[in-house]
């Protein structure tokens, strides 16, 4: 490949902190790894923008911030008429159907495209349907950002840890949910209290079940199952208890034993289930604030712990990148 | 070469305790790693956590316990992962008014499984209350058994079961 050509779909936070990303570290890419690219089309909610030649990403960054779209008027390509190589999905999160990205992904891969997606949707629902159409087609479909932000947990048990069975992963995948236990805990607050003020910090969303129900985190322990234990579960197959129900009078009982209270997510090739659990204060898991943490157990390397930032957009653009420059390598 | 074990104690805090504690280990051949005194993580019944980790074999273990039992001394957990003979429980919800009485029979009646201290929070009449249970198990294998029963009792009484980690 000489250049790769690059489509993203789904052009919200993530969307354009991987084009910005992209656009301001080009040169170190090229000399570093060689990697040459053009961004040849980008599609949002309301339209798309599409060159053959390459956008001007800083200037399709600043129409967006501008007109809150980057739709431009007489487009003559329609976007599935478009040539790539790679497509960017980060169209948000959908558990009913997985879609639009689960047709993204799926079109994408059906033409021998590769793939790298930040949306749990669709890996979650259709794991084995994706996976299929991608080795079929010979494509490569990639996805560490959906699964703890920037940590790389599913590079490193792919890579790193090629010459390992594991056998199991245990968590905590989602940084609303520890941040509200920390604070809980930290100063004695009732839920509700830190749930508004996590809203208020933008940590928790306006409407946060995804998070506080525990469904986030199920989601991103599927894709970890499949990918890395070769389960075949689906989402409607994890056992989920969320942190709604946890007092402060718990986390009083808990620090009392020196413990404190974590939304945990756990999975091995049979079960996988999310719930709080009571870990011990020196417990490598016991991490605080908005942290994520994860560790994979391994037969010849023992435990490995991994823990990062679980979200946020240059964390996530982070693992976007990683798995750009993998491809590159790969098929060069 | 024998493996590290873990011993979390919980010691009466008067003179002569620790020798008390460690006399099995020495009898019965361990090799001490480690002995941490946590003076200052005393738990709220006024004892004194020490953790042990010992180099020995595998079937000295149940000797050591049992002399350790014997002795009285509060055994909170043996190395996480191996024999869990006792751990900690948290339940949410209207304990006391779902009859918390009941909960307890329903777990010391199995004959092998006994409900051993129990503290209970409660903030406000219509709030829902938190208790923490300490179960102590006969037998490892009893563990999956006892968690069936409580979770059929946290359903029928709509309470939140949370467990410890290593559970």
């Given at each position: 490949?000489?250049e790769?050509?690059?489509?993203?779909?789904?052009?919200g936070t993530?969307?354009?902190?991987?084009?910005?990303v992209?656009?301001?570290?080009?040169?170190v890419?090229?000399d570093?790894?060689?990697?040459?690219?053009?961004?040849?089309?980008?599609?949002?909610?309301?339209?798309?923008a599409?060159?053959e030649?390459?956008?001007n990403?800083?200037?399709?960054?600043?129409?967006?911030?501008?007109?809150g779209?980057?739709?431009?008027k007489?487009?003559?390509?329609g976007?599935?008429?478009i040539?790539?190589?790679?497509?960017?999905e980060?169209?948000?999160?959908?558990?009913?159907?997985?879609?639009?990205?689960?047709s993204?992904?799926l079109?994408?891969?059906?033409?021998?495209?590769?793939?790298?997606t930040?949306?749990?949707?669709p890996?979650?629902?259709?794991w084995?349907?994706?996976?299929?159409?991608?080795?079929?087609?010979?494509?490569?479909?990639?996805?560490e950002?959906?699964?703890g932000?920037?940590?790389?947990?599913i590079?490193?048990?792919e890579?790193?840890?090629?010459?390992n069975k594991?056998?199991s992963?245990?968590?905590?995948?989602?940084?609303?949910?520890?941040?509200i236990?920390?604070?809980?805990?930290?100063?004695?607050?009732?839920?509700?209290?830190?749930l508004?003020?996590?809203?208020?910090l933008?940590?928790?969303?306006?409407d946060?079940?995804?998070?506080?129900?525990?469904?986030?985190?199920?989601?991103?322990?599927?894709?970890?199952?499949?990918?890395?234990?070769g389960?075949?579960?689906s989402?409607?197959?994890?056992d989920i208890?969320?942190?709604?129900?946890i007092?402060?009078?718990s986390?009083e009982?808990?620090e009392?034993?020196n413990?404190?209270?974590?939304?945990?997510?756990?999975?091995?090739?049979?079960?996988?289930?999310v719930?709080p659990?009571?870990?011990?204060?020196d417990?490598?898991?016991?991490?605080?604030g908005t942290?994520?943490?994860?560790?994979?157990?391994?037969d010849l390397?023992g435990?490995?712990?991994?823990t990062?930032?679980?979200?946020?957009?240059?964390?996530?653009?982070?693992?976007?990148?990683?798995?750009?420059?993998?491809?590159?390598?790969?098929?060069? | 070469?024998?493996?590290?074990?873990?011993?979390?104690?919980?010691?009466?805090?008067?003179p002569?305790?620790?020798?008390?504690?460690l006399?099995?280990?020495?009898?019965?051949?361990?090799?001490?790693?480690?002995?941490?005194?946590?003076?200052e993580?005393?738990?709220?019944?006024?004892?004194v956590?020490v953790e042990?980790k010992?180099?020995v074999?595998?079937?000295?273990?149940?000797?050591i316990?049992?002399?350790?039992?014997e002795?009285?001394?509060?055994?909170?957990?043996?190395?996480e992962k191996?024999?869990?003979t006792?751990f900690?429980i948290?339940?949410?919800?209207?304990?006391?008014?779902?009859?918390?009485?009941?909960?307890?029979?329903?777990?010391?009646?199995?004959g092998?499984a006994?409900?051993?201290?129990?503290?209970?929070?409660?903030?406000?009449?219509?709030?829902?209350?938190?208790?923490?249970?300490?179960?102590e198990?006969?037998?490892?294998e009893?563990?999956?058994?006892?968690?069936?029963?409580?979770?059929?009792?946290?359903?029928?009484k709509?309470?939140?079961?949370?467990?410890?980690i290593?559970v």
């Amino acid at each position: 490949m000489n250049e790769m050509k690059i489509l993203i779909r789904g052009f919200g936070t993530v969307g354009q902190e991987v084009a910005r990303v992209l656009d301001k570290k080009r040169n170190v890419f090229k000399d570093k790894f060689g990697l040459k690219f053009d961004l040849v089309g980008v599609e949002d909610s309301k339209g798309s923008a599409l060159s053959e030649d390459g956008l001007n990403i800083e200037r399709l960054l600043s129409t967006k911030k501008k007109t809150g779209s980057i739709k431009e008027k007489g487009d003559k390509l329609g976007i599935n008429e478009i040539n790539y190589d790679l497509l960017i999905e980060c169209t948000p999160t959908n558990i009913k159907d997985g879609e639009p990205g689960l047709s993204n992904i799926l079109n994408a891969l059906k033409d021998g495209n590769d793939v790298i997606t930040s949306n749990k949707g669709p890996l979650a629902l259709k794991w084995n349907k994706l996976a299929k159409t991608a080795e079929k087609n010979n494509a490569k479909l990639k996805f560490e950002a959906t699964v703890g932000g920037a940590i790389p947990i599913i590079n490193l048990a792919e890579n790193s840890l090629a010459s390992n069975k594991i056998s199991s992963i245990i968590g905590i995948l989602n940084g609303t949910c520890n941040y509200i236990l920390t604070r809980m805990a930290a100063e004695s607050l009732p839920y509700e209290h830190v749930l508004n003020e996590a809203q208020d910090l933008g940590i928790a969303e306006s409407d946060p079940t995804y998070d506080v129900e525990g469904i986030d985190t199920a989601l991103k322990m599927v894709i970890i199952a499949n990918s890395i234990l070769g389960a075949e579960a689906s989402y409607q197959d994890v056992d989920i208890k969320g942190i709604k129900e946890i007092t402060t009078e718990s986390l009083e009982l808990a620090e009392e034993k020196n413990k404190t209270i974590k939304l945990l997510g756990k999975a091995d090739k049979e079960k996988i289930e999310v719930e709080p659990r009571m870990v011990p204060k020196d417990h490598p898991l016991s991490v605080g604030g908005t942290l994520n943490i994860a560790t994979l157990e391994t037969d010849l390397a023992g435990e490995i712990t991994v823990t990062g930032k679980g979200a946020g957009a240059s964390e996530t653009a982070s693992s976007v990148i990683s798995d750009l420059i993998e491809i590159w390598k790969e098929r060069n | 070469m024998n493996k590290i074990t873990r011993f979390n104690l919980e010691l009466k805090d008067i003179p002569g305790q620790l020798v008390e504690v460690l006399e099995p280990f020495s009898k019965y051949g361990a090799n001490i790693e480690s002995v941490v005194h946590h003076r200052e993580k005393k738990t709220p019944r006024g004892k004194v956590p020490v953790e042990i980790k010992v180099r020995v074999e595998e079937d000295r273990l149940k000797k050591i316990t049992k002399s350790l039992k014997e002795k009285e001394v509060e055994i909170v957990e043996i190395d996480e992962k191996t024999e869990i003979t006792s751990f900690n429980i948290i339940l949410i919800g209207h304990v006391l008014h779902t009859g918390i009485k009941d909960t307890i029979n329903r777990i010391d009646q199995t004959g092998y499984a006994e409900v051993v201290d129990l503290s209970l929070s409660m903030p406000e009449i219509k709030e829902k209350s938190s208790a923490m249970l300490r179960l102590e198990l006969e037998a490892p294998e009893k563990k999956n058994k006892v968690l069936d029963i409580l979770n059929e009792i946290s359903e029928e009484k709509d309470l939140e079961v949370i467990k410890e980690i290593s559970v």
